[in-house]
């Protein structure tokens, strides 16, 4: 299944996404890593706690915004070089079934 999402991605997209598991994957050690900060620079640990937890939040809206950019960026030049999209092919498709389906009745009833 994971190949199948990724499939539809761009490199630019795939990278931010890597980069916002990377961020959850640090949020989720924000505390360890603050204990770890505070003690060498001899710092409250909340203090460090909320500084990196401002700064991961900002890496995670940066990452977030240069994935759209680069999904829309991705999808202009597709529309530019006049590559249907995935969810144009999939309505074409379902348009070819219905009419080979009435196809199908209308020779049966011939």
Same mark, same amino acid.
């Given at each position: 299944m994971?190949?199948r999402a990724?499939a539809?991605?761009g490199?630019?997209?795939t990278?931010?996404?890597?980069?916002?598991?990377?961020?959850a994957l640090? &949020?989720d050690?924000?505390d360890?890593?603050?204990?770890?900060? #505070? =003690? @060498?620079?001899g710092v409250?640990?909340? %203090?460090? +706690?909320e500084?990196?937890?401002d700064?991961?939040a900002?890496?995670r809206?940066?990452?977030?915004r240069?994935?759209?950019t680069?999904s829309? &960026?991705?999808a202009r030049?597709?529309?530019?070089?006049?590559? #249907? =999209? @995935?969810?144009?092919v999939?309505e074409l %498709?379902? +348009?070819v079934?219905?009419?080979?389906?009435r196809?199908k009745?209308?020779?049966r009833s011939s």
């Open positions: 994971a190949d990724s539809g991605r490199p630019l997209e990278l931010a996404l890597a980069g916002l598991g990377a961020f640090a &949020a050690r924000v360890d890593l603050a204990e770890d900060v #505070a =003690s @060498r620079l409250e640990r909340q %203090e460090v +706690r500084a990196l937890t700064a991961f900002s890496w809206r940066e990452a977030e240069v994935g759209e680069s829309d &960026a991705a030049l597709a529309g530019e070089l006049g590559i #249907a =999209s @995935r969810e144009v999939a %498709e379902l +348009r079934a219905q009419l080979e389906h196809l009745l209308l020779e």
